[in-house]
């Protein structure tokens, strides 16, 4: 399931609220063991998703780097070309 968690740092344009609450998502969903939860846990769930995103959020608001920011079509090609390359047949 973190496979799907993608680095969100120093791209242009910046992450967008639903690229963090997907990843605050992810990271939920892993740590409770369920992509699902039960209604009563649901609550608790997307509260922990809440907060997450939001404590993501500040956390990219604040990062600082000298590097130039990457570009998003570059960093998918590449990614495009890694998984070719590990499930050619």
């Known amino acids: 399931m973190c496979r799907n968690i993608r680095p969100l740092n120093n791209f242009e344009p910046p992450a967008s609220s639903d690229e963090v609450r997907a ?3 992810q990271f939920v969903r892993k740590v409770s063991g369920t992509t699902k939860p039960s209604k009563a846990n649901q609550q ?3 509260e922990a998703v809440e907060e997450i995103a939001q404590i993501t959020q500040h956390l ?20 495009r070309a ?8």
Request: a positive charge.
């Open 23 to 25: 990843a605050a998502l």
């Open 44 to 46: 608790y769930f997307d």
């Open 60 to 79: 990219l608001d604040h990062l600082t780097t000298t590097a130039p920011p990457k570009n998003r079509e570059v960093e998918a090609a590449k990614a």
């Open 82 to 89: 890694r998984s070719a390359a590990r499930f050619a047949s």
